[in-house]
């Protein structure tokens, strides 16, 4: 009877995981293009072109940046190995913050 027990409180445990994980993977794969924009134009847009196709008054144009140079930049202000930067300034700040919002992000400057 214990051993049942355990296996039922494993077995949940298991499942209650499994829930937890699928969500944000799933948000995750499908950015959303509108909340991406939103999301640009008040943390971007100030120093890039509102229209990241075109180069802004600070930072250059960056339609179609991938996903491992946008994490880079605002995770930590860097580049991903071997990227070869548009401009050589350091005037970007990192915005950890935003994270959650990478995905959106990716889909809006696609
Ligand atoms: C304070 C001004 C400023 C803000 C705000 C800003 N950037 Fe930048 N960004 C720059 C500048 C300037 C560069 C060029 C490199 C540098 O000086 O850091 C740059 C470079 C980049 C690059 C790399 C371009 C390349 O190919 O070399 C990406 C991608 C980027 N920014 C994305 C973003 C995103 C996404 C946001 C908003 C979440 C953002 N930036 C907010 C100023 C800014």
Do not use: W
């Not at 969500?23 to 990241?52: E, F, Q, V, W």
């Not at 179609?64 to 202000?77: D, K, V």
């Amino acid at each position: 009877m214990r051993r049942l027990i355990t296996a039922l409180f494993f077995l949940l445990m298991l499942t209650g995981c499994e829930k937890k994980t699928a969500a944000p993977t799933k948000t995750a794969a499908a950015g959303d293009p509108n909340r991406g924009r939103a999301i640009y134009l008040s943390n971007c847009a100030a120093c890039h072109n509102p229209d990241p196709s075109k180069d802004g008054s600070v930072g250059p144009a960056i339609k179609g940046a991938s996903r491992e140079l946008i994490e880079a930049r605002l995770m930590r202000a860097s580049y991903p190995p071997g990227y070869k930067p548009k401009r050589n300034t350091a005037a970007m700040p990192a915005q950890p913050y935003l994270e959650s919002s990478i995905p959106d992000l990716i889909a809006f400057l696609r």
